[in-house]
């Protein structure tokens, strides 16, 4: 952590149970003590780190809250009590479906991935993407659990994250909320709220704009026809903005 510290990192991701793309047989057995987390955590928080915690089993969420992580990523297979002590500990929960949604369709391509990472697709992709009442994302929810936006983007290709929405909104969440969650949310939990995640005055001028109300129809966010970073405008009316041209 010291080490990441200098040389300008603001925020690490442990492994706190096994993943999918790794070859490890497990997806979600724990693969931290409570007392490594603790040490990752405390020297972290100390240099003012975020530390995000990929989780994807029961146990490994519990070890990770009560060893005080600031998201939980993925929570796939958390239960009734790792809710619960997230929102004692005010945890946030990141969950990631679209990863699920998309190693699940990639896992029934033949020769796609190897076989133990196709099964461990299927078994932890279906239950993160299911879009059931039941699942962990949609019981942390109605919980209160805090929730931001994230979707592990990288496991499939960048540029369809906001599927993410859809998948959130299918599985029970109002479109305000999933909204919130990619915007003010994931500023708070990114420590960056005082800079993004709001139009308010003083805050930098990072907007995007789409043609419809995602409240009544969250696949808008799909459709992207304006943004601008910063104030600058780089895409207006499904164009990108030719500097040179001054148009």
Do not use: C
Request: glycine letters at 10%.
């Amino acid at each position: 952590m010291r080490e990441r510290h200098g040389v300008g990192d603001d925020l690490i991701k442990i492994m706190a149970s096994g993943g999918v793309m790794e070859r490890g047989l497990s997806g979600d057995n724990p693969q931290m003590t409570l007392e490594e987390i603790k040490a990752v955590v405390t020297v972290a928080h100390d240099y003012g780190f975020t530390v995000a915690a990929h989780a994807h089993g029961a146990e490994a969420v519990r070890r990770a809250v009560l060893g005080g992580v600031d998201p939980i990523e993925h929570g796939t297979f958390m239960n009734d009590e790792d809710i619960r002590l997230m929102k004692e500990h005010g945890t946030w929960y990141v969950p990631t479906l679209s990863a699920g949604d998309f190693v699940v369709k990639k896992a029934a391509e033949p020769g796609y991935y190897p076989p133990v990472i196709a099964r461990k697709a299927r078994e932890v992709g279906e239950a993160m993407a299911t879009g059931s009442k039941d699942s962990a994302f949609a019981r942390a929810y109605r919980a209160g659990v805090k929730i931001a936006f994230g979707t592990d983007a990288g496991v499939y290709p960048h540029g369809e994250n906001a599927h993410e929405f859809e998948l959130m909104v299918r599985a029970g969440m109002l479109p305000m909320a999933a909204l919130q969650a990619a915007t003010l949310n994931a500023a708070l939990l990114l420590k960056h709220d005082k800079d993004l995640g709001s139009i308010t005055p003083g805050k930098l001028a990072d907007l995007i704009a789409v043609r419809g109300n995602p409240i009544e129809d969250i696949s808008v966010m799909k459709r992207v026809s304006f943004v601008a970073k910063e104030g600058v405008v780089y895409k207006q009316d499904g164009k990108a903005v030719d500097f040179d041209s001054g148009t």
